[in-house]
């Protein structure tokens, strides 16, 4: 069955890094774009990220655009977001999701990040 | 701002149907593209309700429907059940955010 799994997240001061990990299990890793959705505390889904299949092409929500940076390692079956310049309002549970055609089939647990002094 | 807009909360007694409507525009929606469905219940990872404007994943009950016109969608919930009670939200695509996912604010539904 597929699994995704999240990790990185934690307690970071805002204007520094975090890198966030999905492990993916149960399907062809290399054969899907991926994407990242955040969820604020207290508020809704959005989207952050997506990557194709090959890593050839990657989208960015404006807020992120400059300081996120959306990977994956085929080889590992590991989708990455590093991500920069933390501000508080990036603070939030982050999922990495299995793209389809314009929708997010399988989705994750999630991994939480608090950007605070 | 969310570029979808939903209502904030909808309620219904068990075995009541309730809709959702998700509201967009000539660039999303309205630009022909298709409306997804996700349910997230508390402290569960979200899940694929509906895609594709009508259609279930395997797994899902016939209770959960979906619906286009136009500019907007709905999704619809009969038989309620207290197992329903969570945030339910809509997404397409939006060509004026390069390329961009969107979701819709989000709707909490209560089981009364």
């Known amino acids: 069955q597929v699994q995704l799994v999240e990790s990185g997240g934690g307690v970071v001061q805002p204007g520094r890094s975090l890198r966030l990990s999905c492990a993916a299990s149960?399907?062809?890793?290399?054969?899907?774009?991926m994407h990242w959705v955040r969820q604020a505390p207290g508020k809704g889904l959005e989207w952050v990220a997506y990557?194709?299949?090959?890593?050839?092409?990657?989208y960015y929500t404006d807020s992120v655009k400059g300081r996120f940076t959306i990977s994956r390692d085929n080889s590992k079956n590991t989708l990455y977001l590093q991500m920069n310049s933390l501000r508080a309002e990036d603070a939030g549970v982050y999922y990495c999701?299995?793209?389809?055609?314009?929708?997010?089939?399988?989705w994750g647990q999630g991994t939480l990040v608090t950007v605070s002094s | 701002q969310s570029v979808l807009t939903q209502p904030p909360s909808v309620s219904g007694a068990p075995g009541q149907r309730v809709t959702i409507s998700c509201t967009g525009s000539?660039?999303?929606?309205?630009?022909?593209?298709?409306v997804h469905w996700y349910q997230h219940l508390p402290g569960t990872a979200p899940k694929l309700l509906i895609f594709?404007?009508?259609n279930r994943p395997s797994g899902v009950p016939d209770r959960f429907s979906g619906s286009k016109s136009g500019t907007s969608a709905s999704l619809a919930i009969t038989g309620l059940q207290a197992e329903d009670e969570g945030d339910y939200y809509c997404?397409?695509?939006?060509?004026?955010?390069?390329?961009?996912?969107?979701f819709g604010s989000g709707t909490k539904v209560t089981v009364l």
């Open positions: 999701a299995r793209a389809m055609t314009y929708y997010l089939d399988y």
């Open positions: 997404q397409s695509f939006d060509t004026s955010l390069g390329g961009s996912r969107v």
């Open positions: 149960g399907f062809t890793f290399s054969a899907y774009g």
């Open positions: 594709g404007n009508t």
């Open positions: 990557v194709w299949f090959d890593e050839s092409q990657k």
């Open positions: 000539s660039s999303n929606i309205g630009a022909g593209y298709d």
